[in-house]
């Protein structure tokens, strides 16, 4: 099945600081790839995702780049702000069909001001 | 906009007992999935339908179930529980695999 691997599992910035998070997929054909933010004892919220067509989206603040060739795929939070401190997961379509998604193993991204 | 309502919000049961949490998905919403996340972990797939038909089926244990009836709605229904089962219960839906839309989950607590 797919393999998603997420680093950092913690990141700490200043608050205006950028924050990056790096997700690798094992599957090639895998062609979605979606972030959520979770804040605590919360739904996983979708913030952006990307479509493997593309290498780059951008929506504010966030932005997401996407390197088939290498299978990872990168969240970029550019001015962060306190409220963005929660976990991120990473997420790749499982293989085999059923539409499920498997995760990477989150990071806990706390802003400190 | 309609989200995906899950019930109930909290939901504490003993060892042995039985548990049914429910699921109603965004309309027109063709996939109902189910996750469990246990604390500090990322959510793990369990089950989902397609068009109410079983669609995939992943770590789920043998004494739970699940269902999607006509009206679209899903049921988890979890058996002879064990503390072990005590997480956070999402279900999310979708159109094939777009609009991927959890709800806000259900934290069963078994003692």
């Known amino acids: 099945g797919e393999n998603v691997e997420q680093h950092p599992s913690t990141l700490s910035v200043q608050e205006g600081d950028s924050a990056v998070i790096k997700c690798t997929y094992s599957d090639s054909a895998s062609n979605y790839f979606p972030w959520y933010k979770q804040e605590l004892g919360k739904r996983p919220q979708l913030i952006i995702d990307i479509r493997s067509n593309v290498g780059e989206k951008k929506d504010q603040r966030i932005a997401v780049t996407l390197n088939k060739t290498a299978k990872h795929f990168s969240l970029h939070i550019t001015e962060t702000q306190p409220e963005d401190s929660a976990v991120y997961f990473c997420?790749?379509?499982?293989?085999?069909?059923?539409?499920?998604?498997?995760f990477g193993t989150g990071t806990q991204l706390k802003v400190e001001l | 906009a309609a989200g995906v309502i899950q019930s109930p919000r909290h939901l504490i049961k003993e060892k042995r007992e039985t548990a049914t949490l429910k699921c109603y998905p965004i309309?027109?919403?063709?996939?109902v999935y189910w996750y469990q996340q246990g604390p500090g972990q990322d959510p793990q797939f369990l089950i989902s339908f397609y068009e109410k038909m079983q669609s995939d089926k992943g770590s789920i244990p043998d004494r739970f179930s699940a269902q999607q009836f006509s009206d679209y709605h899903s049921e988890l229904n979890m058996s002879s529980l064990e503390l072990g089962d005590s997480a956070l219960y999402f279900c999310?839906?979708?159109?094939?695999?777009?609009?991927?839309?959890f709800g806000s989950g259900t934290r069963l607590t078994v003692v």
């Open positions: 999310a839906s979708s159109l094939v695999l777009y609009g991927y839309t």
């Open positions: 309309p027109r919403h063709d996939t």
């Open positions: 997420a790749a379509p499982s293989p085999g069909g059923g539409n499920k998604l498997t």
